[in-house]
């Protein structure tokens, strides 16, 4: 069964998390039988997945962005036994965060939808491109924006 | 999943109609990439404007074929940020009709792949042994495709001890058929030239691209939800999960028949123990759990499902997202198109059947760019011409 | 004379394409399903073509999203006259349970003209071949094409 062990328990992860980050870790909490879920600043977004990595976890699972209102998030899914949500809050204001393409390749189709729906700029992504929205979007239109309203866009 | 070519939906993960854009030179295929736009509905924001109850619904139709993974899903997270205990008849009964599920959608690959292949009295067969598992969930759920059997708290519908009896014994002789295909995929020479070799996709690879499903665990890779995240009744249902490092479409072929026969095994231990009591558990008509968010993972015929959604404490989600398996696999499959073996390279005369094999959630619209760059010639066709070698 | 002959030849044996514009598949498994062995729509003289250029019956599912939409113009244009288009499904009657997204129609007739629709979501096979029976009667006694 080699190649997919994670030997960490959910404990582990979080000891091992609050070792990287420090005061970096804003909230860090087992939420079930293999669910951990962590929240960090965006600077600390980076390392909070490369110390996953380190860990063991070799598996991307997602990337989701959320409108959470006052701010945005990204949320990294991590790990095959224990899935690890790493969130980290991006201000509306500046939304940009790190890519982690070259932590885990898989994020390079996750990171494109996370930008086309909400505008969020991964730095370091090396093709940000329309992947699901039809040719004839208008740029700059997100539609997972909570200010976006259905057919708004068509005038 | 999304649901994209073979991405879907807004799902980016189940789109029917997909384009590949195929850099040729004459018939060996030296770049690739994916146009997967076509299918997009945009469900995640429709999802945000209905309630949790109507959002089952939305969520089933992401993908016709995978919807009882969909809804399996999309049950079990919501049932875990509202906090709703499901009965242990109900969890029996899912784990039957997600494994009839897995059995119908592997059976409909086969059968797609015999027509790629061009071995259409194998497509004809296994479409006929496919109907008489959709007969059983038609009995049990009332629906030959779309199910509509799970709900908040359980099932829908309860299932009677000469139900029960009956599944067992079709699909007793349902594996007598199945391992008729299996000797087939071992034996027949034509299968195997088409298969063997072809779609490379080494198990670095795999674990590097987070491959999921057949896909990765034909090329070695021993990833399935039902062993690593256990949920409905997986921790106590013995089976195996089904390897094999050909890392090839035939080893993706034999992954699936082989889970087939599996699946039978597991839907014989979960009715010969169907615990008595209720099929679902008393929920709030206007189901609003309290704030907070929740992670749901289930295997769905083509790997790894993973839902995710936040709540503000009222009766719509905040988020809802989606990531379909196929989507997971774009990646792979992009590195099956690009790369042959040393020793054999990427025919365009592969391309369908490379593509089939990552099972992707849609079924014939599929378009192909060819571009030539030594003939300069850029030409729109569709996969159907790609087979029959126009 | 010689039309009534040509509407009776047609009714027997029309060609069909089948074009997802963006369904869950669920409609496009029945419309397979229904030429397969058990519903056996070739009886009827029906059978499923790969290119437009073949085609009497356009069959649509999906909600047609806007990604698709031209393509599906294209496909329409490429098939000779006469020439007739089928809504298969909730969502290509009306946009399904898709209505109110961004990125679909509010079904088939906002893009294509439209001659029978099968309802369903999805449709059952049995469904599909009655579409296609009253289709070829419509045909027959030359009330369309």
């Known amino acids: ?155 | ?390 | 004379m010689l039309s009534r002959l040509a509407r009776w030849a047609r009714s027997r044996s029309l060609w069909v394409l089948l074009f997802n514009t963006g369904a869950c598949n669920a409609c496009d498994l029945e419309v397979l399903a229904a030429l397969n062995p058990r519903f056996d729509a070739e009886r009827f003289g029906v059978l499923l073509k790969g290119s437009p250029r073949h085609a009497d019956v356009l069959l649509v599912t999906g909600a047609v999203t806007r990604q698709v939409e031209s393509r599906l113009r294209r496909i329409y244009e490429q098939m000779a006259r006469p020439k007739f288009v089928v809504a298969v499904g909730s969502c290509a009657s009306s946009g399904g349970i898709y209505v109110g997204s961004y990125s679909v129609h509010r079904g088939l007739s906002e893009v294509l003209p439209v001659h029978a629709y099968v309802p369903g979501c999805p449709v059952r096979p049995e469904a599909v071949l009655d579409a296609l029976r009253v289709l070829a009667e419509k045909i027959e006694r030359g009330e369309l094409g």
Not at chain 2, 94 to 99: D, H, P
Not at chain 2, 108 to 125: E, K, N, P, Q, Y
Not at chain 2, 359 to 374: G, S, T
Request: aromatic fraction near 6%; glycine fraction near 6%; charge should be negative.
């Open chain 2, 1 to 390: 999943m999304s649901i994209y070519l073979p991405i879907g939906p807004q799902h980016p993960v189940h789109p029917e109609a997909v384009q590949l854009k195929l850099k040729v030179e004459g018939e060996e295929v030296v770049d690739a990439d994916v146009d997967v736009s076509f299918v997009h509905r945009g469900i995640e924001k429709v999802l945000e404007t209905k309630t949790y109850v109507q959002g089952l619904f939305l969520a089933e139709r992401i993908c016709g074929i995978c919807n009882v993974a969909h809804t399996t899903c999309y049950a079990i997270n919501v049932e875990r940020l509202a906090g709703v205990e499901v009965p242990r008849r109900a969890l029996h009964l899912r784990l039957v009709v997600e494994e009839l599920a897995r059995m119908h959608s592997h059976m409909l690959w086969l059968s797609l792949l015999a027509h790629v292949i061009g071995f259409d009295s194998l497509f004809m067969l296994a479409q006929r042994d496919r109907e008489l598992v959709l007969d059983l969930m038609e009995e049990i759920t009332g629906g030959r495709v779309i199910t509509s059997y799970n709900v908040i708290g359980g099932v829908r519908r309860n299932v009677d001890a000469a139900l029960a009896q009956k599944i067992i014994s079709t699909l007793d002789g349902l594996r007598k058929r199945v391992l008729e295909y299996k000797r087939l995929l071992g034996e027949d020479a034509i299968l195997r030239a088409r298969t063997e070799d072809v779609g490379y996709l080494s198990s670095s690879k795999a674990v590097e691209l987070s491959a999921v499903g057949p896909v990765a665990r034909a090329s070695g890779v021993p990833y399935d939800v039902r062993e690593c995240d256990p949920y409905l009744i997986h921790d106590e249902v013995p089976f195996n999960v089904v390897v094999y490092n050909t890392c090839d479409v035939w080893g993706r072929a034999m992954v699936r028949i082989d889970e087939v026969l599996e699946s039978i095994e597991m839907i014989r231990y979960a009715l010969e123990r169907l615990p008595e009591g209720d099929v679902r558990a008393k929920v709030p008509l206007l189901i609003k759990p309290p704030p907070g968010e929740s992670v749901a993972r289930v295997e769905a015929p083509r790997g790894e499902l993973i839902h995710y959604v936040r709540s503000d404490g009222s009766e719509k989600p905040v988020r809802y997202k989606v990531r379909t398996p196929t989507l997971a696999n774009l990646a792979a499959l992009v590195e099956m198109l690009k790369t042959g073996r040393k020793d054999r390279p990427v025919y365009v005369a592969d391309v369908p059947v490379i593509f089939a094999s990552i099972d992707p959630c849609i079924c014939c619209a599929a378009r192909v760019l060819l571009i030539d760059e030594k003939r300069g010639s850029v030409k729109e066709v569709g996969m159907d011409e790609v087979v029959r070698g126009e």
């Open chain 1, 1 to 155: 069964m080699s190649g997919i062990e994670e030997p960490v328990s959910e404990e582990e992860v979080l000891q091992r998390l609050k070792e990287a980050l420090g005061e970096a870790l804003l909230d860090a909490r087992i939420a079930g039988k293999r669910r951990v879920f962590v929240t960090v600043d965006r600077e600390h977004y980076r390392t909070a997945v490369v110390a996953l990595k380190e860990m063991g976890f070799d598996f991307l699972s997602a990337v989701t962005g959320v409108d959470a209102g006052d701010r945005f998030e990204v949320i990294a899914h991590v790990g095959r036994r224990v899935s690890v949500a790493v969130k980290a809050l991006v201000p509306k204001d500046d939304a940009r965060i790190a890519s982690i393409v070259d932590v885990y390749p898989a994020a390079f189709f996750y990171e494109r939808e996370a930008w086309e729906m909400l505008g969020i700029h991964f730095e370091g992504h090396p093709k940000l491109e329309r992947t699901f929205l039809p040719e004839s979007w208008p740029p700059g239109v997100y539609p997972l924006r909570k200010e976006y309203r259905q057919g708004s866009e068509r005038g």
